[in-house]
């Protein structure tokens, strides 16, 4: 069984950070690309920012790039997402995801297969 866990969420102002953690238990993440998602309150799920199974690679939402960094320690199975520069629009609840079929980052929400519980932001302005 496949488990993924977010936290670090919270409520935070407008121009602050926050780092949010996917631990991930049941396998290892070492050969997975892993995702991060958001929905907020009425919208759809969308793509925030992914990574490559070694750490090399990773791609972003054009909303979130150059304020968002994603990144991953395989040893100990977790997965982070950096948020500098918060805006009220990146308030949504965010999802962690785990691809076991590809090692490259990918945006598609439908190729991952494990989802977390999800953690909620909220940024006040």
């Known amino acids: 069984q496949v488990r993924l866990v977010e936290s670090g969420g919270g409520l935070v102002q407008a121009g602050g950070s926050l780092r949010l953690s996917c631990v991930v238990s049941?396998?290892?993440?070492?050969?997975?690309?892993m995702g991060w998602f958001r929905q907020a309150p009425g919208k759809e799920c969308e793509f925030v920012a992914a990574?490559?199974?070694?750490?090399?690679?990773?791609k972003y939402a054009d909303s979130v790039k150059d304020r968002f960094t994603i990144s991953r320690d395989n040893a100990k199975n977790t997965v982070y997402l950096q948020m500098n520069s918060l805006k009220p629009e990146d308030t949504a609840v965010y999802y962690c995801?785990?691809?076991?079929?590809?090692?490259?980052?990918?945006?598609?929400?439908?190729?991952?297969?494990?989802w977390g519980q999800g953690t909620q932001v909220t940024v006040s302005s």
């Open positions: 990574i490559g199974w070694s750490g090399r690679s990773s």
């Open positions: 995801a785990a691809d076991i079929a590809m090692h490259t980052p990918r945006a598609d929400l439908y190729a991952y297969e494990y």
């Open positions: 049941g396998r290892s993440i070492s050969t997975y690309g």
